[in-house]
Nanobody, 115 residues
Framework: VRLVESGGGLVQPGGSLRLSCTAS????????VSWHRQAPGKEREMLAL????????LSPDSASGRFTISRDNAANTVYLEMNGLMPDDTAVYYCFAMGNGDSAWGQGTQVTVSS
């Protein structure tokens, strides 16, 4: 499976972004997909996961309602909607897909929250 993230960029505090994770050569619907982030000098942390059947697990930060995960099977894409962004959300955001005995990380997309 090959994954490509997009949608990152520079946003002001309080702003929103929607990240996309699109797969090629496979049907992403048959994979569980999670979003992770890694800030400079910190370990990579998981934010949210969506299963093949649409079940959702959220990290405590995501569970506060700022982040939501969803999938559009027709677009072969999983999204991470982020609201109320803060400078501490600055990181490289990655998606990870696992299923069918296969797994892969995307290359990451940079999110910078700054005024």
């Amino acid at each position: 499976v090959r994954l490509v993230e997009s949608g990152g960029g520079l946003v002001q505090p309080g702003g929103s972004l929607r990240l996309s994770c699109t797969a090629s050569a496979v049907t992403l619907e048959t994979y569980a997909v999670s979003w992770h982030r890694q800030a400079p000098g910190k370990e990579r942390e998981m934010l949210a996961l969506i299963t093949q059947t649409g079940g959702i697990n959220l990290s405590p930060d995501s569970a506060s309602g700022r982040f939501t995960i969803s999938r559009d099977n027709a677009a072969n894409t999983v999204y991470l909607e982020m609201n109320g962004l803060m400078p501490d959300d600055t990181a490289v955001y990655y998606c990870f897909a696992m299923g069918n005995g296969d797994s892969a990380w995307g290359q990451g997309t940079q999110v910078t929250v700054s005024s």
